[in-house]
């Protein structure tokens, strides 16, 4: 068959892998990074970064299921494409014992065969000194997880599908629409292009393509970077990935020293405490914004309580955007027999995107898992 990908993010360069693998004519259109993202005017992309936690053990069945499948096939897709992108630092649930986040998470770990140790608050000191924890905290820690740099793995993925036969038109696509013999992608170049079918996976810009809104939430993200110099990266190097269940039963994220392409090294954190919806031209516009200070100031306090003797040599926050349905699972299903939508990454969409890509590419085929469907996303 002949199917276009619109979109070359972690899960439209997944599915356009699993399609070109299986002997598809694919072709995939999506944008470069902006290289000024304060002028840019035109889409942008949930994964330009060089950091995103990748672990298999999360709080719901569904997401184990499918962030293990994905991270089983990406050792492959590193050996094939000769792109390391996985960094195996480990990562870690922390919270109170009996919190809602490790309670559930726990009752996965034995069902999906996960490898992750539960630390006691001693235990904590003793394999973290660098990390100061409050005294009732305790620690799921998965020994293979760790961090994936989404820009080389998209890359990685690309460059695959590109070994069997895919191709690429680096451009936005401004229209889609189906007709009784297939699909026509027009591009903002105005060229059409022709074919049986098309996965649509654009990140949270789904809906400026479709007719009838999907049920998706877009919320802006604020990310605060603390520089750290060469000494103080030695000393955290043994840092896990970690996800922190707050009092306030947010989940805020903090990722070890990763070095940047400024040549400088950051850690990371990101969990905004309250959830803004953005849609529409605001999307565009957050994007082009650092973010919001309010919230950097909220994370500047969960990481000073956590790296209690780091001095940052400076400090600067971003935007980015989350895509998320009401039911906290991917949107994957047909539109009609032709049209497929891929998104809602619900901030695990780089971890688990080559199953939301395989996923997308079985969707085609009317094979669609029931808690990734429009109308289970619909039910609130
Ligand atoms: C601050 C932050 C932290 C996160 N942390 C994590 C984490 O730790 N672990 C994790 O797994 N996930 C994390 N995520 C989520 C993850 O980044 C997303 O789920 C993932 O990027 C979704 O992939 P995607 O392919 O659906 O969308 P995107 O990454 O947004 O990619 C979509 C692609 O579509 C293209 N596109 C858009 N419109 C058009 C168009 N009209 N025509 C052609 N192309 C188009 C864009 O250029 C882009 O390349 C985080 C997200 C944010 C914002």
């Known amino acids: 068959m002949r199917i276009i990908v619109i979109g070359n993010g972690p899960i439209g360069a997944a599915a356009s892998r699993h399609l070109a693998v299986a002997g598809h004519q694919v072709t995939v259109i999506g944008p470069p990074e902006p290289t000024d993202k304060t002028r840019h005017q035109g889409v942008f992309a949930s994964h330009y970064d060089e950091g995103r936690i990748a672990r298999v053990l999360d709080s719901t069945a569904f997401w184990t299921r499918v962030k293990g499948a994905s991270l089983a096939r990406l050792a492959e897709v590193e050996a094939e494409s000769g792109i390391a992108f996985f960094t195996r630092s480990g990562g870690m649930m922390t919270g109170p014992k009996d919190g809602p986040l490790l309670r559930k998470a726990r009752a996965n770990i034995a069902p999906y065969r996960v490898d992750a140790q539960e ?163 605001d999307i565009g516009d957050w994007f082009r914004s650092d973010g919001s200070v309010n919230v950097q100031i909220h994370l500047e306090a969960i990481l000073s309580a956590l790296l209690p003797s780091t001095k940052p040599l400076s400090r600067h926050r971003a935007s980015c955007a989350v895509t998320f349905t009401r039911q906290d699972r991917p949107l994957i299903d047909r539109l009609s027999e032709r049209i497929v939508v891929a998104t809602a990454g619900c901030a695990r969409g780089v971890k688990a995107s080559d199953e939301l890509g395989r996923m997308a590419v079985a969707a085609l085929a009317g094979e669609i898992d029931p808690e990734t469907t429009f109308t289970h996303a619909r039910t609130s």
């Open 119 to 281: 630390l006691s608050p001693e235990e904590l000191k003793r394999r973290f000194p660098a990390l100061s924890f409050e005294p009732d905290i305790v620690g799921l820690h998965e020994v293979g997880a760790g961090w994936i740099n989404p820009r080389l793995m998209a890359r990685a993925q690309s460059a695959l599908a590109a070994r069997f036969g895919a191709k690429h038109v680096p451009l936005e696509v401004r229209d889609l629409t189906e007709t009784s013999e297939g699909v026509i992608v027009t591009d903002d170049s105005g060229t059409q292009h022709y074919a049986d079918a098309a996965i649509v996976a654009t990140g949270p810009f789904l809906n400026q393509l479709l007719e009838t809104p999907a049920p998706i939430e877009v919320y802006a993200r604020t990310i605060l970077f603390w520089e750290v110099d060469a000494a103080e990266a030695t000393r955290l190097a043994r840092m896990p990935t970690m996800v922190m269940e707050a009092r306030n039963g947010r989940e805020p994220y903090v990722l070890p020293p990763i070095l940047y392409p400024d040549g400088k090294t950051y850690v990371k954190i990101g969990g905004d405490p309250v959830d803004r919806l953005i849609s529409g031209k």
